[in-house]
């Protein structure tokens, strides 16, 4: 059974920084797409970033583009999401999810298992 386990959110002033964990179990995060969303109140879940298992490109919405950094840690089985320079337009719950096919998407409906999210609020 895949899992997928967030962790790493909370509070934080604007220009601060945080990092996302996505902690897998029951696959190996290289053999499968991981992408990171989002969801604001009232919002449509959006694709942040993510990294793909088929090349190891790592994809990014361009409003985090140079904010934001996906990594992979094998050994530890586990997505991480470094996000700088923090700014209210990215409060919202944070969700990690896998997707076993390809071409690369990050559109939320091609994603099979979802992680049950992470709260990030960016405020002063």
């Known amino acids: 059974q895949l899992q997928l386990v967030e962790s790493g959110g909370g509070l934080v002033q604007p220009g601060g920084s945080l990092r996302l964990s996505c902690a897998a179990s029951?696959?190996?995060?290289?053999?499968?797409?991981i992408a990171w969303f989002r969801q604001a109140p009232g919002k449509e879940r959006e694709g942040v970033s993510g990294i793909s298992n088929s090349d190891d490109r790592t994809y990014y919405a361009d409003s985090v583009k140079g904010r934001f950094t996906i990594s992979r840690d094998i050994a530890k089985n586990t997505v991480y999401l470094q996000m700088n320079n923090l700014e209210p337009e990215d409060t919202a719950v944070y969700y990690c999810?896998?997707?076993?096919?390809?071409?690369?998407?990050?559109?939320?409906?091609?994603?099979?298992?979802w992680g049950q999210g992470t709260q990030v609020t960016v405020s002063s």
């Open positions: 999810a896998a997707r076993g096919s390809v071409p690369f998407t990050l559109l939320p409906d091609k994603y099979d298992s």
């Open positions: 029951g696959f190996s995060v290289d053999y499968y797409t």
